[in-house]
């Protein structure tokens, strides 16, 4: 390590000595270096070595670039500075030839320090009386901008740029140590990938794209010399103002430079002189409030893959550091998004309730064996502005106050910090599953009053008898004796009540956490502790909140027989050099997430009960004579199954469905005031935009049966 702390300060003090650099003013600031040119190489060298002695380069910030599942469609970027790394066989040769003219011309001959270009400053520095020429080479301003990036610290930042004299003789010591360690070749990619052109654009790539729209190879003559001519100054000389000609300029100068080193031709450089500047702007969308216009229902996607991603403890310690690495990494991210499932999917929420409506009506669209979230959507614009909006439902915020329709950016679908909805009757999904892991056959029978008195004490938000809840049924003609099929058909209150004491409600409550329901409200929490959930008579007819990712993916479970799939919104993670994003065990970040939460023939079993909803029909037992959903399976026209789920005074209304290869849930509410009734004309609405949406998104695919359930889970 002594022999190269010698070569490279000694080369410096060398050129001090010789009076290169002594008294040298560059960029205008005096340097105060005679004394130390006076010391003699030894003496130069000592007073050399406290500055560092190798460049640490930090990767520079790349853009992330998210696409639909096709791996084509761009749905968003995320950056902090919009770069993408290009390699130099990857740019157009004119590029290069026209940042050395511009920049420095001598870049093939001096070894990191100009000793000529720092005495020709000098003199013309002098004779000006002030700054007319500066000294850094190529290799000295990819230092500074290394340092720069590289900073940890305001005052790192700062030392990498202000005008001092320490600061030039460390970039002349660096610079010296890059070029024996680095190409030439090397030197140029790392430096046009790392400056800036202007207009967010950071690195060659970007700027190819924002000021022409195209691939830096294919970059002609005069767009080559316009970009070089930026990094000198991309405000002075921007292209993009009214008034271009500083900007053409600077580009002539460029070309002239480029013609007196002999890499163009006089005919070549007279042609490209006399072109106009013609730009293609394209502003690079940054973050999901940028997804473009055509697609800006998939906004809501955005934000839930961008909730995700905060979560996934394998790209930082907390949220912020993964945000901040989503914003760095420059991954290259294939999203679960199916445009043409969510072009079905929007427009029959769209055709129910419209985006002016105070009601929101969405959907999720899941995908059984991997928990890929295929589509989101919702009857309304993502976007922040709310000016034009309605006014806010909830007379009790106040007048004046705007509602989140039809623009917002609230998570309405699931992710975030948006509890959900109550779910009402879906519910019953989890008691049923607990109820037949713990043996409890399909034909368990019990008589189920219009009223039933039950052993819990009085639960949140429900009819009581003294200190005792009793609950009652949403129709007289459910009384009588009911199994599962029967009651979860019809959807009978005082059927699974019974059912719950039979197996437990911490049973139920412990089967919906197994299948990914998360408790966000304080009082929810609370009630799914173990010294309460017992007691949670309630929670069987869905009082607690939910989202509509984990209702689809709940039902999602069921048609995938039992094998839950964390939600996904991903199909590919990548890394800039191509590999798959892995985490510290190496295994694959975008891999489904699976494993078997009930066993096979209890999910079978479930299901056969959740087809006597739909109309479709039991395959082992009777469904009692009526449903509560049979347009369900009159709409969709294949094997299906699901639940509907009200709450009191039809608050919300729900409907999960599912097939064998697609599952659903849609629901419809006012999310700035759960007491704004929806009202019994909208109690079928998301039956029917599940129904029409897993019949349109599986057109051309095979009618794929359920497989029944055993004997014994049905005696």
């Not at 030039?168 to 010591?173: F, H, N, P, Q």
């Not at 209304?653 to 759960?674: E, I, M, R």
Request: aromatic share 8%; charged share 25%.
């Amino acid at each position: 390590m002594t022999s190269r702390r010698l070569t490279v300060a000694g080369r410096i003090a060398l050129l001090i000595r010789a009076g290169l650099i002594s008294g040298l003013v560059i960029s205008g600031i005096a340097y105060p270096l005679a004394a130390l040119a006076g010391m003699g190489v030894k003496a130069g060298t000592e007073a050399l070595e406290s500055l560092p002695e190798e460049l640490t380069e930090v990767p520079a910030a790349q853009t992330t670039y998210v696409y639909a599942n096709d791996g084509r469609t761009l749905l968003t970027m995320f950056y902090e500075e919009h770069r993408k790394q290009t390699k130099l066989k990857e740019m157009s040769p004119y590029l290069t030839k026209a940042i050395v003219a511009s920049e420095d011309t001598r870049f093939y001959e001096h070894n990191g320090v100009d000793a000529k270009g720092v005495a020709r400053a000098f003199i013309a520095n002098q004779k000006a009386g002030g700054v007319s020429q500066g000294a850094s080479t190529l290799t000295m301003q990819y230092v500074r901008m290394a340092l720069r990036d590289g900073a940890r610290t305001p005052k790192e930042a700062l030392e990498a740029t202000e005008q001092t004299a320490t600061r030039k003789l460390r970039e002349m010591r660096l610079a010296i140590e890059v070029e024996q360690r680095l190409s030439k070749e090397q030197i140029l990619e790392r430096y046009l990938n790392t400056a800036y052109y202007g207009h967010r654009a950071y690195g060659i790539y970007a700027a190819s794209q924002v000021f022409f729209s195209k691939s830096p190879k294919n970059l002609n003559l005069t767009e080559a010399a316009l970009l070089a001519g930026l990094v000198k100054a991309p405000s002075a000389y921007d292209p993009a103002t009214k008034d271009r000609r500083a900007a053409t300029q600077r580009r002539n100068y460029v070309i002239d430079q480029m013609l007196k080193i002999g890499t163009i031709t006089g005919e070549q450089a007279y042609m490209a002189k006399k072109a106009k500047i013609k730009l293609k702007l394209t502003t690079p969308p940054n973050d999901c409030i940028s997804v473009s216009r055509r697609h800006n229902d998939w906004g809501y996607f955005c934000d839930y893959l961008k909730s995700w991603w905060r979560e996934q403890p394998q790209f930082g310690t907390n949220p912020l550091e993964r945000e901040e690495r989503l914003r760095r990494g420059g991954y290259r991210i294939v999203t679960s998004i199916d445009p043409r499932i969510q072009k079905i999917a929007l427009a029959h929420v769209l055709d129910k309730e419209n985006r002016n409506s105070p009601f929101a009506h969405g959907q999720v669209v899941v995908e059984p064996h991997s928990g890929r979230v295929l589509s989101m959507a919702v009857n309304r614009r993502y976007s922040l502005d709310q000016k034009d909006n309605g006014r806010h439902t909830d007379w009790r915020v106040g007048k004046g106050v705007k509602g989140n329709y039809p623009n917002t950016v609230n998570p309405l679908l699931g992710g975030g910090d948006m509890a959900g909805y109550q779910a009402g009757s879906t519910f019953k999904v989890f008691t049923m599953l607990a109820a037949l892991e713990s043996g409890l056959p399909l034909s368990t029978t019990f008589y189920s009053p219009e009223r039933y008195v039950s052993r819990y004490v009085t639960s949140r938000g429900r009819a009581t008898c003294g200190s005792y809840w009793c609950p009652k049924n949403s129709s007289k003609s459910m009384t009588g004796n009911q199994t599962m099929w029967s009651g979860f058909g019809k959807s009978v209150n005082t059927y699974f009540v019974q059912l719950e004491q039979r197996v437990g409600a911490e049973k139920a409550v412990r089967m919906a956490e197994r299948l990914g329901l998360r408790w966000r409200t304080e009082v929810d929490r609370k009630l799914a502790t173990p010294a309460h959930a017992s007691g949670w008579g309630a929670f069987t007819l869905g009082v607690s909140d939910a989202t509509p990712v984990e209702m689809a993916n709940v039902f999602a479970t069921l048609a995938a027989e039992g094998q839950y799939c964390e939600p996904l919104p991903v199909l590919s993670i990548r890394n800039p050099d191509g590999t798959n994003a892995r985490d510290d065990r190496g295994t694959v970040i975008a891999a489904p997430r699976c494993h078997q939460a009930v066993r096979v023939n209890v999910a079978r079993a479930a299901t056969d009960a959740a087809r006597c909803v739909t109309g479709y029909g039991s395959a082992r037992g009777g469904c009692g004579g009526w449903e509560t959903s049979p347009m369900v399976y009159a709409t969709a026209g294949r094997p299906v199954a699901g639940k509907s789920g009200t709450t009191d005074d039809n608050r919300t209304a729900w409907f999960s469905g599912y097939t064998p290869q697609l599952a659903a849930s849609a629901f419809v509410a006012d999310p700035d005031n759960p007491e704004h009734l929806v009202g019994s004309g909208r109690s079928t609405m998301s039956k029917y935009t599940v129904a029409q949406t897993l019949r349109d998104a599986l057109r051309d695919e095979p009618r794929e049966k359920f497989k029944p359930p055993s004997d014994k889970m049905v005696y």
